[in-house]
């Protein structure tokens, strides 16, 4: 069937210009995110080393893996804020931006004179959104946060891991719930300007985006009096749910109501009348008995190869899936059978970056080059007025 949809020449938000003084995760992925559908993005970084998460590791063609996730399709611009012309130059900037988006660290920005309200004063037209820790109030909002501080503060370590000992999620999950807020956020306030003419601050903390993600932990824990039990790669209130080991592998089966619960009995157990043990018959009582559950379930799987227990689980409707090792995600199936993959340059070389998962009809997405640090600062200075002599006047003194 023929796409109705006509293929879209102008991106969403071309024509919006977005500057933004960022490092690390937060707020660059809610930048990037914007750049994606079209954006201008400056990135404001120091002179000496810029977006500190260019060092986090040389896996990518000596770049690090976060830098290149996270800024694609931007532009580079080293700009010392505590200098005199360094302000200036922020400032014509901004005379010309539609967001300022910021994660500088705690009182940073109001020393800056970049706070919402100082902003308005100077750049009325500008959304701000800020990005910070623990909310830019309240008792903690002078506090640095880091993402594994976050994630032990809003109660994740203490539902993630085993019995014994608790983890951290494996990836940057606090930044990472921030940085979608903080980017829904300024769509949110880009369309309210667009339709009402109002301009409203945006701001998003770590702490308080991570806590939203816990929000079923947390009122399960605060009306049942109990909290969810660490339980692995299983689900805390959900059985069965999680890895069995099969004849050559693991298997990972998850049953979600008591009709498939009856199937996997009847036709994978084989033992039909187990569906009304009291010990098994409601999620509960499975969670309860997940000790005894998890053995008859293991006994049946581990007769069979890991192929042969995914289609019979695919055969009686019980949803299922592998255990992909991280290394191999970039061959994954359904990645290139729905090509997913797209060549970004990066300094040094070329990369396959996965394109944004929200595919909007007619629409393809902007996935420009990975910037070397500072490498848009002549022709941004050039821009703004500032001649040949002038820049390289301004590179002399550490400007830029």
Not at 47 to 53: I, K, L, V, Y
């Amino acid at each position: 069937m023929t796409d109705p949809t006509p293929p879209q020449t102008t991106a969403p938000l071309a024509g919006i210009t977005v500057v933004s003084l960022e490092q690390a995760v937060a707020a660059p992925f809610a930048t990037r995110q914007l750049a994606d559908l079209g954006a201008r993005v400056i990135k404001i970084e120091r002179p000496d080393g810029g977006d500190f998460a260019r060092g986090y590791d040389e896996a990518v063609h000596g770049n690090s893996s976060y830098f290149v996730w996270l800024n694609r399709s931007k532009e580079s611009l080293t700009l010392d804020l505590k200098s005199a012309e360094g302000r200036q130059i922020l400032d014509e900037l901004l005379e010309g931006a539609d967001v300022l988006v910021q994660n500088l660290g705690p009182g940073a920005a109001t020393r800056l004179g970049l706070d919402p309200d100082s902003l308005a004063q100077r750049h009325p037209r500008v959304i701000p959104c800020s990005v910070t820790g623990w909310g830019s109030t309240g008792p903690w909002a002078h506090r640095k946060a880091y993402d594994l501080l976050v994630q032990c503060e809003a109660g994740l370590l203490s539902v993630t891991g085993t019995e014994l000992e608790m983890a951290k999620v494996g990836i940057s999950v606090a930044d990472i719930a921030a940085g979608m807020y903080a980017y829904s956020g300024i769509l949110t306030a880009l369309l309210r300007r667009a339709t009402t003419g109002q301009v409203g601050a945006v701001e998003v903390s770590l702490f308080e985006a991570l806590t939203e993600w816990m929000g079923s932990p947390a009122y399960y824990a605060a009306y049942s009096g109990r909290r969810p039990e660490r339980v692995g790669a299983e689900h805390a209130t959900i059985a069965p749910y999680g890895p069995y080991p099969t004849a050559d592998g693991t298997i990972l089966l998850a049953v979600q109501n008591d009709r498939e619960w009856r199937r996997l009995c009847a036709e994978v157990l084989d033992d039909a009348e187990l569906a009304t043990d009291p010990r098994f018959a409601s999620n509960s009582a499975r969670v309860a008995h997940r000790t005894q559950l998890n053995k008859i379930i293991g006994t049946r799987l581990a007769e069979v190869p890991t192929t042969e227990a995914a289609t019979l689980l695919d055969q009686v409707g019980v949803a299922n899936a592998g255990i992909t090792e991280v290394e191999d995600l970039a061959r994954h199936p359904v990645l290139a059978g729905r090509n997913r993959w797209h060549a970004v340059d990066v300094p040094g070389g070329t990369m396959q970056a996965l394109r944004p998962p929200a595919e909007l009809a007619g629409i393809e997405p902007v996935m420009g080059p990975v910037p070397a640090l500072g490498e848009h600062t002549d022709a941004i200075l050039r821009e703004l007025g500032r001649s040949e002599a002038r820049v390289a006047e301004l590179h002399a003194a550490r400007v830029v």
